[in-house]
T-cell receptor
Framework: EAGVTQSPTHLIKTRGQQATLRCSPISGHTSVYWYQQALGLGLQFLLWYDEGEERNRGNFPPRFSGRQFPNYSSELNVNALELEDSALYLC????????????FGPGTRLTVT | AQSVTQLGSHVSVSEGALVLLRCNYSSSVPPYLFWYVQYPNQGLQLLLKYTSAATLVKGINGFEAEFKKSETSFHLTKPSAHMSDAAEYFCAVSETIQGAQKLVFGQGTRLTINP
């Protein structure tokens, strides 16, 4: 069974540009979560999508947004990039069941210069 | 809101020695608890989970964790460390507020194995 996939692996942008990150969940999973892992800040919850709807968002500004497509894949968009947006962005998926366990992809390393 | 505290940002043990990574949580309701491992330049891999069944949970790669409600702890152990265990380990608790789910992570513990 294929795991969670993310693309691209690395992304280099300049300040002020927009970044788009993509995630494909495990087959059968309807929930997609995005986390930011910035140096020194640990893993911070960004967004949760389920069945195409945004269900919850973390304490991030509106320039962090995303969507979930009918096939449950997801896209994270970061507008007006700032240097501090440089981080590893991790996507996770889960089946909205009892255990709430999430399975993570390898991440996209975003570097803002 | 729930929180997770991992005691010790860095732990170093010798190969073959006991590994003990500490995790304490705060939760007003019975929690779901998880340990994840992150190898360099990779995503997170689920090691084990506690979902209110047996308090001693066995995971992959010889790791296990014990849920102790009285101590609000979920420490991770492995009897004999291997060089391949060198990684960063994250303890997490699931939080559900008004139907919205997310994982709350501890700050992580970097495990170094000395030959």
């Amino acid at each position: 069974e294929a795991g969670v996939t993310q693309s691209p692996t690395h992304l280099i942008k300049t300040r002020g540009q927009q970044a788009t990150l993509r995630c494909s969940p495990i087959s059968g999973h309807t929930s997609v979560y995005w986390y930011q892992q910035a140096l020194g800040l640990g893993l911070q919850f960004l967004l949760w999508y389920d069945e195409g709807e945004e269900r919850n968002r973390g304490n991030f500004p509106p320039r962090f947004s995303g969507r979930q497509f009918p096939n449950y894949s997801s896209e994270l968009n970061v507008n007006a990039l700032e240097l501090e947006d440089s981080a590893l962005y991790l996507c996770a998926s889960s089946f909205l069941g009892v255990t709430y366990e999430q399975y993570f992809g390898p991440g996209t390393r975003l570097t803002v210069t | 809101a729930q929180s997770v505290t991992q005691l010790g940002s860095h732990v170093s043990v010798s190969e073959g020695a006991l590994v003990l990574l500490r995790c304490n949580y705060s939760s007003s309701v019975p929690p779901y608890l998880f340990w994840y491992v992150q190898y360099p330049n990779q995503g997170l891999q689920l090691l084990l989970k506690y979902t209110s069944a047996a308090t001693l949970v066995k995971g992959i790669n010889g790791f296990e964790a014990e849920f102790k409600k009285s101590e609000t702890s979920f420490h991770l152990t492995k009897p004999s460390a291997h060089m391949s265990d060198a990684a960063e380990y994250f303890c997490a608790v699931s939080e559900t507020i008004q139907g919205a789910q997310k994982l709350v992570f501890g700050q992580g513990t970097r495990l170094t194995i000395n030959p």
